[in-house]
């Protein structure tokens, strides 16, 4: 990418970790050009000014400069805190789950989607004024895949493409979609998917978000679904996600 030596950018914080003696390496999702990599000198020092505005879910305006490394951040500035977020443990917890979604799924200095800055932004919004974090969560993850081209198909069977019918189903990771009966396989990237979660799930990739959010199944239905998703997840990604480890020690509590 043809990147200036300098420029200013919209992003929200995603993680950061400790750099060196007193600097912190910030991962950062930009409006402007994804995911990048930057560093902020000095932010760990008890007076730093940067260090207040790099927590994670933070939204900031920042200014970078090409280095040979990492980029260096040279001004920053908050936008919206969402210090909701760090004050409950669920919410951070959900949070968390959003901001490494989208990190995992995303490399280092891609070209810009600014419809994945935006729904990273309203799902937070979203958690911060209290909404229904599982619809909040649900959604962004249908819309996630939606952006990153990993749409699961739900209407139609994955394998021959027949019409899928208002009843229990099989869905295969590895194909991305739901199987009708003629298709089902005992693969190990197969999971039996009831019509009730099926529904939920049409229903999240369709709406909009004033629609989704009236979605309230009972609580058996929502953990199929959130172990459904978290089933497609981990195959799309090779490996399994840290925050909802957290989540589940959260809800012990």
């Not at 902020?40 to 730093?48: L, M, V, Y």
């Not at 959130?226 to 989540?247: C, D, K, V």
Request: aromatic fraction near 10%.
């Amino acid at each position: 990418m043809n990147t200036p030596r300098s420029f200013r950018a919209e992003a929200i914080v995603l993680n950061h970790r400790d750099w060196g003696e007193a600097d912190r390496l910030v991962t950062l999702y930009t409006r402007q050009r994804g995911k990048i990599r930057a560093v902020a000198k000095g932010a760990r020092k008890p007076r730093s000014r940067k260090g207040g505005h790099l927590q994670p879910f933070t939204q900031i305006t920042v200014q970078l400069a090409r280095a040979r490394g990492p980029f260096i951040i040279t001004q920053v500035e908050t936008l919206e805190a969402y210090l909701s977020l760090g004050d409950d443990l669920k919410l951070t917890g959900n949070a968390s789950y959003l901001v490494e979604l989208l990190d995992r799924f995303s490399y280092d200095e891609e070209e810009s989607n600014a419809a994945l800055f935006r729904l990273l932004s309203d799902s937070l919004s979203r958690l911060a004024r209290g909404d229904d974090f599982w619809v909040v969560v649900r959604y962004y993850e249908m819309h996630l895949l939606n952006y990153l081209g990993f749409r699961p198909q739900l209407f139609e069977c994955a394998n021959c493409g027949e019409e899928i019918k208002a009843e229990d189903q099989s869905f295969s990771a590895a194909q991305g979609g739901v199987l009708c009966p003629n298709c089902k396989s005992d693969q190990s990237s197969v999971r039996p998917i009831k019509v009730e979660v099926l529904k939920y799930l049409r229903h999240f990739q369709r709406s909009s978000y004033a629609e989704a959010r009236h979605a309230d199944p009972n609580p058996k239905i929502r953990a199929e679904v959130e172990n459904l998703m978290q089933f497609y997840l981990t195959y799309l990604l090779e490996r399994g996600l840290n925050s909802p480890r957290f989540m589940r020690e959260v809800g012990r509590k």
